[in-house]
């Protein structure tokens, strides 16, 4: 099971942290994928890291490159988005989704990930 969680309001140009915390796997041996959706659009990627078998690095889409940084924290069993000089169009519910498939390619569709959290409400206030 995967839990989102640390969403919130923040003000434009602030920061937040949200995590995904897994129970019942150990979610270093998995590959876990950042998305969002606004109201009225499809659901977006926004960053994912590697297992740590797949050599556990990060991509980000351009919309949050330098911007964001996804990390982990084993210890806990989470993964961690943090986003920096939030703008309004950040708004959106984010969810986290993981798999423990090699999949071929950057693995920035919805449909790469088997297993989802059920979204955290990020607000961005301008």
């Known amino acids: 099971q995967l839990q989102a969680s640390g969403g919130g309001l923040v003000q434009a140009g602030g920061s937040l942290r949200v995590s995904c915390a897994a129970s019942?796997?150990?979610?270093?041996?998995?590959?876990v994928g950042w998305f969002r959706q606004a109201p009225g659009k499809d659901r977006e990627f926004v960053g994912n890291i590697r297992r740590s078998g797949s050599g556990g690095s990060t991509n980000y889409a351009d919309s949050v490159k330098g911007r964001s940084t996804i990390s982990r924290d084993n210890a806990k069993n989470t993964v961690y988005l943090q986003m920096n000089s939030l703008k309004s169009e950040d708004t959106a519910v984010y969810y986290c989704?993981?798999?423990?498939?090699?999949?071929?390619?950057?693995?920035?569709?919805?449909?790469?990930?088997?297993?989802w959290g059920q979204g955290t409400q990020v607000t961005v206030s301008s």
């Open positions: 019942g796997f150990t979610l270093e041996h998995y590959t």
């Open positions: 989704g993981a798999t423990d498939r090699h999949v071929a390619g950057p693995m920035i569709r919805d449909y790469d990930y088997s297993y």
